[in-house]
C-alpha cells in the first residue's frame, strides 16, 4: 500500500494538473523531457478493409519520464498546448515521422505513408508550413507520403484561417484526414470549405457498433459515413477491437480501419514486422 501511495502521488494526477505548483512542475518537466529526449513515437498500422493491407502509418507520441513512467498524451498535451512547448514537441514528432518513414520506404515499403496528429495549436501558428516542408526536406520523404491529421474541432475555431493553411498544406502535395470526427458539430455545409482527404470515425462510436448494442453509434457511423461517401472522402474507423466491428464498416463501405485488431501503437521495430513483406522478397 505504501508504494501505491507513492506511485499515485508521483503521477500526474488531474488533480494536480488542477493545483499550480503541480502545474509548474509538468511545465519544467515538458522542457526538461525536450531537451533530455525523454520524447519517442510509437506507430499504429491503418489497414485497408478491403485487401487486409497496412497503408499507412499513424504516428503517437510518447513520454517516458524517468521517475514518473509513462504519461499518456492525454495527460500532458493540453498542457503542452497550453504553455506553448507543443510548438517544439510537434516538430520533434514531424521530424521524426518523416524520417522514420522514409527510412521504411528505402527499406522494402517504397509505398508506405505517414500519418502526423498536428494540434490546433499548430494549425494556427505561423511557421507551420515552413516547418513542415524543413521535415520533409531534411528526411526526403515526398510530401504525397504524407498525412496530416487535424481534429474537427480545431478546424472550427477560426475556419478561414484553417481553410487558408490546408489550401497551403495541400498544395505541396500533403493529404489531410479530419481526427476525431463525429464528436464535433461539423455540417456538410463546413465540411466542404476544407480541402480535406479523409475523415476519422472517432473510436467512441466504433466502439459500440456490435450486436445492436449501440443504435446511436450506428447513426452516427452510418452519418459519418454517408457524409464521407457525398464528398468523396475516405473514412477511416479508429479504435476497431472485434472482426464484428470491422465487417459492420467494410458492409457499409469504410475504406479504411485501425485498431488493436490489427496491431497496438508499437515502438518502430516491432510495428516494421506488420507492414507485410518486403518488396522484392
Ligand atoms: P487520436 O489521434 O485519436 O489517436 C487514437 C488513440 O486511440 C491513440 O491513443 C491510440 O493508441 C488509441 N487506440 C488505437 N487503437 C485503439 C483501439 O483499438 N482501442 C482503443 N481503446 N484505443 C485505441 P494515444 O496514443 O493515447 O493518443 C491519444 C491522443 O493524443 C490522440 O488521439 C491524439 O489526439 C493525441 N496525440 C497522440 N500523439 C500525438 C502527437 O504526436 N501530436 C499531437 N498533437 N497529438 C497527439
Ligand atoms: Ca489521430
Ligand atoms: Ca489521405
Ligand atoms: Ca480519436
Same mark, same amino acid.
Given at each position: 500500500?505504501?508504494?501505491?501511495?507513492? *506511485?499515485?502521488? *508521483?503521477?500526474?494526477?488531474?488533480?494536480?494538473?488542477?493545483?499550480?505548483?503541480?502545474?509548474?512542475?509538468?511545465?519544467?518537466?515538458?522542457?526538461?523531457?525536450?531537451?533530455?529526449?525523454?520524447?519517442?513515437?510509437?506507430?499504429?498500422?491503418?489497414?485497408?478493409? $478491403?485487401?487486409?493491407?497496412?497503408?499507412?502509418?499513424?504516428?503517437?507520441?510518447?513520454?517516458?519520464?524517468?521517475?514518473?513512467?509513462?504519461?499518456?498524451?492525454?495527460?500532458?498535451?493540453?498542457?503542452?498546448?497550453?504553455?506553448?512547448?507543443?510548438? #517544439?514537441?510537434?516538430?520533434?514528432?514531424? *521530424?521524426?515521422?518523416?524520417? $522514420?518513414?522514409?527510412?521504411?520506404?528505402?527499406?522494402?515499403?517504397?509505398?508506405?505513408?505517414?500519418?502526423?496528429?498536428?494540434?490546433?495549436?499548430?494549425?494556427?501558428?505561423?511557421?507551420?508550413?515552413?516547418?513542415?516542408? $524543413?521535415?520533409?526536406?531534411?528526411?526526403?520523404?515526398?510530401?504525397?507520403?504524407?498525412?496530416?491529421?487535424?481534429?474537427?474541432?480545431?478546424?472550427? $475555431?477560426?475556419?478561414?484561417?484553417?481553410?487558408?493553411?490546408?489550401?497551403?498544406?495541400?498544395?505541396?502535395?500533403?493529404?489531410?484526414?479530419?481526427?476525431?470526427?463525429?464528436?464535433?458539430?461539423?455540417?456538410?455545409?463546413?465540411?466542404? *470549405?476544407?480541402?480535406?482527404?479523409?475523415?476519422?470515425?472517432?473510436?467512441?462510436?466504433?466502439?459500440?457498433?456490435?450486436?445492436?448494442?449501440?443504435? #446511436?453509434? #450506428?447513426?452516427?457511423?452510418?452519418?459519418?459515413?454517408?457524409?464521407?461517401?457525398?464528398?468523396?472522402?475516405?473514412?477511416?474507423?479508429?479504435?476497431?477491437?472485434?472482426?464484428?466491428?470491422?465487417?459492420?464498416?467494410?458492409?457499409?463501405?469504410?475504406?479504411?480501419?485501425?485498431?488493436?485488431?490489427?496491431?497496438?501503437?508499437?515502438?518502430?521495430?516491432?510495428?516494421?514486422?506488420?507492414?507485410?513483406?518486403?518488396?522484392?522478397?
Amino acid at each position: 500500500a505504501k508504494s501505491d501511495h507513492r *506511485r499515485q502521488f *508521483r503521477s500526474y494526477e488531474p488533480v494536480m494538473l488542477a493545483n499550480h505548483t503541480a502545474l509548474k512542475q509538468l511545465d519544467h518537466d515538458l522542457e526538461k523531457g525536450l531537451k533530455e529526449g525523454q520524447f519517442t513515437l510509437h506507430y499504429q498500422p491503418k489497414i485497408d478493409l $478491403q485487401t487486409g493491407l497496412v497503408v499507412s502509418v499513424e504516428a503517437l507520441l510518447r513520454w517516458h519520464h524517468p521517475d514518473r513512467g509513462n504519461v499518456p498524451p492525454d495527460m500532458f498535451i493540453p498542457r503542452a498546448e497550453a504553455n506553448g512547448t507543443i510548438i #517544439e514537441i510537434g516538430d520533434y514528432v514531424l *521530424r521524426e515521422a518523416c524520417r $522514420q518513414a522514409q527510412h521504411w520506404r528505402e527499406h522494402g515499403h517504397p509505398t508506405l505513408t505517414m500519418a502526423v496528429n498536428l494540434s490546433t495549436v499548430q494549425v494556427y501558428q505561423a511557421d507551420l508550413l515552413e516547418r513542415v516542408k $524543413q521535415a520533409l526536406t531534411q528526411s526526403g520523404l515526398p510530401a504525397e507520403a504524407l498525412e496530416l491529421e487535424l481534429t474537427e474541432s480545431g478546424l472550427m $475555431q477560426d475556419m478561414d484561417t484553417a481553410v487558408s493553411v490546408l489550401r497551403q498544406l495541400v498544395e505541396l502535395g500533403i493529404s489531410l484526414s479530419v481526427d476525431d470526427f463525429g464528436t464535433g458539430y461539423s455540417s456538410l455545409a463546413y465540411l466542404r *470549405r476544407f480541402p480535406v482527404d479523409a475523415l476519422k470515425l472517432d473510436k467512441r462510436f466504433v466502439q459500440d457498433l456490435e450486436a445492436g448494442a449501440g443504435e #446511436e453509434a #450506428e447513426t452516427v457511423a452510418e452519418a459519418v459515413l454517408a457524409m464521407a461517401r457525398s464528398l468523396s472522402l475516405i473514412c477511416v474507423a479508429e479504435g476497431v477491437e472485434t472482426p464484428a466491428q470491422a465487417a459492420w464498416l467494410k458492409e457499409r463501405g469504410c475504406q479504411q480501419a485501425q485498431g488493436y485488431l490489427y496491431g497496438r501503437p508499437l515502438p518502430p521495430e516491432q510495428c516494421e514486422k506488420l507492414l507485410g513483406p518486403q518488396a522484392g522478397s
